[in-house]
């Protein structure tokens, strides 16, 4: 398998403009993972899906940030409209199962600036 | 949510052993300790994990006190590939990643 993809792995836009990133999770993996990461907040958890069904989205920042996932390969995380202070490393993971023992798999992270 | 304490920073030379630490005193019973790392520019990847009991794996070992509100992560020869940040969970139902430990490996 070639792990979690995700895309595009750096995103330039000015604020305001809407921003969209997508990730594959590893195949036969019920479980997705959105995290952002910022020098200030370290690494955190925005939402996360099982089955496709989002779980749990309390760590989504704000109304500007939603995120779906369609089907079992395939997720978004949009930011509309962007601001600056969304600069960050989106990190999107996969695992197999939910649970206190359960792995999670993370992709390379897509680097979103916003001028 | 159960939390964790690591040392911001640790340095080792090349080929020795690190003993990086982690305090988790508020654990609860049920509550796994994982140990994830993430090298420069790249998303986190799994080390290790454990309950009670020490582990080993190819990567690495993973000691873990007897009344489990410690444990540290063991990497036996310490190469330039495992300068990373190296992060101490607690796997319930959260999963909350913290600070880490930026281990520096020196030539």
């Known amino acids: 398998d070639a792990g979690v993809i995700q895309s595009p792995r750096h995103e330039v836009t000015e604020m305001g403009q809407e921003v969209t990133l997508r990730c594959k999770p590893i195949?036969?993996?019920?479980?997705l993972f959105w995290y952002r990461q910022t020098m200030m907040r370290g690494l955190e958890l925005l939402i996360y899906?099982?089955?496709?069904?989002?779980?749990?989205d309390s760590g989504m920042p704000e109304d500007r940030f939603s995120a779906k996932m369609p089907n079992a390969s395939f997720s978004t995380l949009k930011i509309q409209p962007s601001e600056p202070r969304d600069s960050a490393v989106y990190f999107c993971?996969?695992?197999?199962?939910?649970?206190?023992?359960?792995?999670?798999?993370f992709g390379a992270g897509t680097r979103l600036s916003v001028l | 949510d159960a939390k964790t304490t690591q040392p911001n920073s640790m340095e080792s030379n090349e080929e020795e052993p690190v003993h990086l630490p982690c305090n988790h005193s508020?654990?609860?019973?049920?509550?796994?300790i994982h140990w994830y790392r993430q090298l420069p520019s790249q998303g986190p990847e799994y080390v290790i994990h454990?309950?009670?009991s020490n582990v080993n794996n190819r990567m690495a070992s993973l000691a873990i006190a007897e009344d489990r509100k410690s444990s540290t992560l063991i990497l036996h020869r310490a190469t330039l590939r495992d300068a990373a940040v190296y992060y101490c969970?607690?796997?319930?139902?959260?999963?909350?990643f913290g600070t880490g430990t930026s281990l520096t490996v020196i030539p």
């Open positions: 993971a996969s695992s197999q199962f939910q649970g206190a023992r359960n792995i999670q798999y």
């Open positions: 195949s036969g993996h019920d479980y």
């Open positions: 899906f099982n089955n496709n069904v989002p779980i749990d």
């Open positions: 508020t654990i609860s019973g049920t509550d796994y």
């Open positions: 454990g309950l009670t």
């Open positions: 969970i607690l796997r319930g139902n959260q999963f909350y």
